[in-house]
């Protein structure tokens, strides 16, 4: 068969399994990433698992999320994380040298490779041909411990991209429309692989703007080529020695393929409260803007804030509105310093943040009540940026920039000639905020502050399940609804406990008390139940109280496998309409469970509270059965490393 990317790097890294659709693998992971937000319960896990050595290649741990510190929390937290780096010969990135996603394309992603990070925009690195995939801290942990990660061989989706951009279109507006065809649910169970000519005309941080929200697409992983722009890249990084080119075979084989026209694309915008709610700029005349955010892991490369500096130079931020620019990486801002282009953003009154995830994570710069905020990011999820009456729109850099002169979203269509740039020849070489194993402290000691307290891990399954349906929810149910994150709540990442008074807050106040009051019990959930981020705390805090099954339409990627990890059944209907008969409050029991699911049956479950029973299923593996049997996936690792390491 004549292969496309994915399926090439997936046999060279092909540890266990057959290499055909929908069958279970398990692949050797040559990098790791963690950030800090689950980078602690990761590093956590590694240490219950009593490992001496790592198994990767090189894994990374950056500290980007919360850099605010406003308590002790965090400082402890990142002390934690670069005492067990040190320990274990992780290289460890300093508070402002960037966000992960952005300093790994510079620092070490490889074409060809493969990455596997605690964060769900790990997808980023596809920009430069690595297959590179999000999930959930656990599956981090036990690649460092064993070298290897296990997935459903995905299907694969080829965009073949023709033409090119027109003047004031950019990657953002790639990804958007792609976003608007295909929503938060198209890219499920798929790696996206992009060919076609139209590839060309995008520089290596455009192609990374497009695989990086591949994960709002849902999709397990996003790949471009790896080409002569790649090469140039990596050139300019100093890693010439990491190029190898990777291509797809002619006529290459693929599960479905969409065609793109570059030169269609019109600059788009992803309306609140979904990166799928896109529309053209051109429908929304006279928004008047009160804020403008303009970084995070999707748009602060060199290239972009260049454009940015140039549209600000000799101009002046309107009075209404705040502008806040974060810088993907250290070299990225000391580029801009050296060049002049942060003195031509100070001069127009930006407000310059620290280079980190900030406010895209709801880390401070809370737009105003009924706030309208333009940012160049990749969520606009209800409430993720702090306020939850504020309407964010999601878009390129340079409409952010355009529109933060103009004081209302700025349509750029008709602006004629725009502002090109080029990626550099070179980049800064500065690794200063870096500490590599051999630069560091090889203390063995691993400091814990007052606030990591223990995270809780199931027992094994037993026979009979019964509970009380303590939450019904409707579809795209994200995990920033089920664990909040923002300023309150981010420095409690390892503080499971604290956590869970806030579980759902945004949707049910009560769900703490109510779980208190039912001792746990079952979540009913609709279509794509978990899209969003991969904090495995989504799973772990329902754990903590007590939530032993989720019953949904579907579930969305990570977070399936995070329940499963975490030793909780994600339980699929097999008629999505007998959701509709199931009320909060309604008793449930399942009888029997351990071998309806070893015998991969159809499930039932009682309704006791109505008299009436239905039926669902659960899609998974073997292997995810025997994890959801031993009450977890670090049971079950605990029980089998030995034997995975030693193959
Ligand atoms: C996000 O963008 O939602 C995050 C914050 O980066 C998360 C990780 C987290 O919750 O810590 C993600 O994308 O996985
Ligand atoms: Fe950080 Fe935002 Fe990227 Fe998540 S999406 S890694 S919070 S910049």
């Excluded at 990374?60 to 005492?83: M, P, R």
């Excluded at 010439?240 to 030169?263: G, P, Q, R």
């Excluded at 529109?403 to 070179?426: F, K, Q, R, T």
Aim: hydrophobic residues 35%; aromatic residues 8%; glycine residues 10%.
């Amino acid at each position: 068969m004549k292969k496309n990317i994915t399926y090439k790097i997936l046999e060279n890294h092909l540890v266990r399994g057959e290499l055909t659709s929908d069958a279970e693998i398990g692949i050797k992971i040559d990098q790791t990433l963690t950030q800090d937000s689950t980078g602690t319960m990761v590093y956590l896990q590694l240490e219950a698992m009593g490992v001496t050595e790592i198994k990767t290649q090189l894994s990374v741990a950056y500290i980007d999320h919360n850099t605010l510190q406003t308590g002790f929390e965090n400082a402890d937290d990142h002390e934690f994380i670069k005492s067990v780096a040190a320990k274990y010969g992780i290289v460890y990135s300093k508070p402002g040298n960037g966000i992960c996603h952005q300093l790994h394309l510079e620092n070490f992603a490889n074409p060809g490779g493969t990455l596997i990070g605690s964060d769900s925009h790990t997808p980023t690195a596809g920009g430069m041909g690595m297959l590179s995939i999000g999930t959930g801290g656990l599956d981090v942990a036990i690649a460092m411990a064993s070298g290897e990660y296990h997935l459903k061989v995905p299907k694969v989706l080829n965009i073949y991209l023709t033409g090119a951009l027109s003047p004031w279109v950019s990657a953002k507006d790639v990804i958007l429309y792609i976003l608007k065809k295909l929503t938060v649910k198209g890219g499920i169970g798929k790696v996206i692989e992009y060919s076609g000519e139209g590839v060309h005309c995008l520089s290596l941080t455009d192609r990374a703007t497009i695989t990086n929200m591949g994960a709002e697409l849902g999709a397990t992983s996003s790949i471009f080529p790896s080409d002569s722009i790649t090469k140039q890249y990596l050139i300019a990084q100093g890693r010439e020695e990491d190029w190898v080119e990777i291509k797809a075979d002619d006529d290459a084989f693929y599960d479905e393929t969409i065609t793109i026209n570059l030169s269609n694309i019109s600059p788009m915008v992803a309306k609140p409260h979904s990166p799928d709610n896109v529309d053209f700029i051109s429908t929304l005349p006279n928004l008047k803007v009160d804020q403008v955010l303009i970084g995070s892991c999707t748009n602060s490369s060199y290239k972009d804030l260049m454009k940015v500096a140039a549209i600000l130079k000799g101009k002046k931020v309107h009075p209404d509105i705040s502008l806040g620019i974060s810088p993907g990486s250290s070299n990225i801002l000391k580029m801009l310093a050296d060049n002049g282009a942060l003195g031509d953003m100070i001069s127009a009154g930006a407000r310059i943040l620290e280079c980190s995830c900030g406010p895209c994570i709801g880390m401070g710069q809370a737009p105003q009540s009924n706030g309208i905020s333009l940012r160049t990011f990749n969520r606009n999820f209800c409430g993720r940026s702090g306020t939850k009456n504020a309407d964010i729109y999601l878009l390129s850099p340079e409409v952010a920039a355009l529109s933060a002169i103009n004081g209302y979203l700025v349509d750029p269509s008709s602006l004629g000639e725009e502002i090109l740039i080029d990626e550099p020849a070179y980049f800064p070489k500065d690794k200063n905020y870096f500490i590599f194993p051999e630069d560091g402290n090889k203390t063995l000691e691993v400091k814990m502050g007052p606030n990591i307290k223990p995270f809780p891990i199931n027992t094994e399954l037993i026979d009979l399940l019964k509970g009380t349906v303590v939450l019904k929810t409707l579809d795209n149910i994200t995990t920033d609804d089920i664990m909040p994150s923002n300023a309150k709540l981010l420095p409690y990442r390892s503080n499971i406990p604290y956590l869970s008074i806030f579980c759902f807050n945004t949707i049910d106040e009560h769900f703490e008390n109510k779980c208190q009051m039912y001792k746990g019990g079952f979540i009913i959930g609709g279509d794509n139940y978990g899209q969003g981020s991969s904090r495995e705390h989504a799973a772990l805090v329902p754990l903590y109280l007590g939530i032993k099954g989720v019953i949904a339409k579907s579930f969305a990627r990570i977070h399936k496998a995070n329940l499963i990890n975490s030793g909780i059944l994600p339980l699929e209907f097999v008629n999505p309409t007998d959701y509709e008969l199931i009320d909060e409050t309604d008793e449930l029991k399942i009888d029997n469970i351990i071998n309806q699911l070893k015998n991969k049956k159809d499930i039932t479950i009682n309704n006791l509270s109505k008299g009436t029973s239905f039926t669902v299923k659960f899609i998974g593996s073997n292997r995810d059965i025997e994890i959801l049997l031993y009450g977890g996936y670090l049971n079950y690792t605990k029980t089998n490393l030995e034997g995975l390491r030693n193959e």
